[in-house]
Nanobody, 121 residues
């Protein structure tokens, strides 16, 4: 059974920091690009950051310089370190495991259940 379990969401004041974690099980972690997305009500889910199995990263412009994504392949876990948080970072954050190559097995995407991040002004 595939599971992506997020943790670390919380209420924090603007300027503060949080670290999100996503523990994956039931998947071949090394065959997945791991990503963090976020969503607010009535808006589309948007990519925040992603990291390939080799460690290459990609960030949304809105979080560059403030957020850092990392992964521990031995622990099947991906992290999102969020610094200098702003009220507009408030959202539900979702962990994503995306099939890195089209010929790799399994569904294209797996999703976690989400964790709420709220940044107060």
């Amino acid at each position: 059974q595939v599971r992506l379990v997020e943790s670390g969401g919380d209420l924090v004041e603007a300027g503060g920091s949080l670290r999100l974690s996503c523990a994956a099980s039931g998947i071949n972690f090394g065959m997945r690009v791991m990503g963090w997305y976020r969503q607010v009500p009535e808006k589309q889910r948007e990519l925040v950051a992603a990291i390939t199995s080799g460690g290459s990263t990609n960030y949304a412009d809105s979080v560059k310089g403030r957020f850092t994504i990392s992964r521990d392949n031995a622990k099947n876990t991906v992290y999102l370190q969020m610094n200098s948080l702003k009220p507009e970072d408030t959202a539900v954050y979702y962990c994503n495991a995306h099939r890195e190559r089209t010929y790799y097995p399994g569904p294209v995407d797996y999703w976690g259940q989400g964790t709420q991040v709220t940044v107060s002004s």
